[in-house]
């Protein structure tokens, strides 16, 4: 079945350094690529998304790539903060036949003041 | 304030005793969904509804049911509760099921003992 594989399990970077977490996915028609933070005790928040006929997108200090071809999309953070540290998840939809959600098993990123 | 309602926040239970989790939004979303969370295992989507009368299985559907009665309310039933059901179950709805933002509610953690 589909699957979203996310890498790295943890994270910790310097403050001010930059965070780049990444996902794979298999299914071809998947077509929009959400990224969620998830702060502790609470539910995950979208913080960036991407569709399939985009490559990059930003936001203030996060970007999101995206390579159709390889099936591969990060999330890079730069001048990492320590309201950052937070857990990461990666999803990918089809939104066509089934309508699914799959999410990445997460990322933990710790910034370290 | 536009937001996603679960309750209860927190529930233990005994083995077989039927429980129910309600959800609510009030935004008028089409998309609503169930996941549990689980460590090591990210985010798995249990059930969804694209709209009122239509739900299908996510990835994870064993030992759960779900009704979609009105557009507003998606109550996850676990008929038999058993200790593998124990999780952290969050509730999220979009505006439809086309590659919308989902909003996450604040989780039900649920301990079957």
């Known amino acids: 079945g589909e699957n979203v594989e996310q890498h790295p399990s943890t994270l910790s970077v310097q403050e001010g350094d930059s965070a780049v977490i990444k996902c794979t996915y298999s299914d071809s028609a998947s077509n929009y690529f959400p990224w969620y933070k998830q702060e502790l005790g609470k539910g995950p928040q979208l913080i960036i998304d991407?569709?399939?006929?985009?490559g990059e997108k930003k936001d203030q200090r996060i970007a999101v790539t995206l390579n159709k071809t390889a099936k591969h999309f990060s999330l890079h953070i730069t001048e990492t903060q320590p309201e950052d540290s937070a857990v990461y998840f990666c999803?990918?939809?089809?939104?066509?036949?089934?309508?699914?959600?799959?999410f990445g098993t997460g990322t933990r990123l710790k910034v370290l003041a | 304030e536009a937001q996603v309602t679960q309750n209860p926040r927190y529930l233990i239970t005994v083995t077989g005793k039927k429980l129910t989790v309600t959800c609510s939004q009030n935004?008028?979303?089409?998309?609503m969904s169930w996941y549990r969370q689980d460590p090591g295992l990210g985010l798995r989507q249990i059930y969804y509804?694209?709209?009122?009368?239509?739900?299908d299985k996510g990835d994870v559907p064993e030992g759960y049911k779900v009704s979609r009665k009105e557009k507003r309310n998606f109550p996850l039933i676990l008929e038999s509760p058993s200790p593998n059901q124990t999780s952290l179950y969050f509730c999220?709805?979009?505006?439809?099921?086309?590659?919308?933002?989902?909003?996450f509610g604040p989780g039900t953690r649920l301990t079957v003992t």
């Open positions: 935004m008028n979303h089409e998309y």
């Open positions: 999803a990918a939809s089809t939104p066509s036949g089934t309508y699914k959600y799959i």
């Open positions: 999220a709805s979009s505006l439809s099921g086309r590659v919308y933002e989902q909003y």
């Open positions: 509804s694209m709209n009122v009368e239509v739900t």
């Open positions: 991407i569709r399939s006929n985009v």
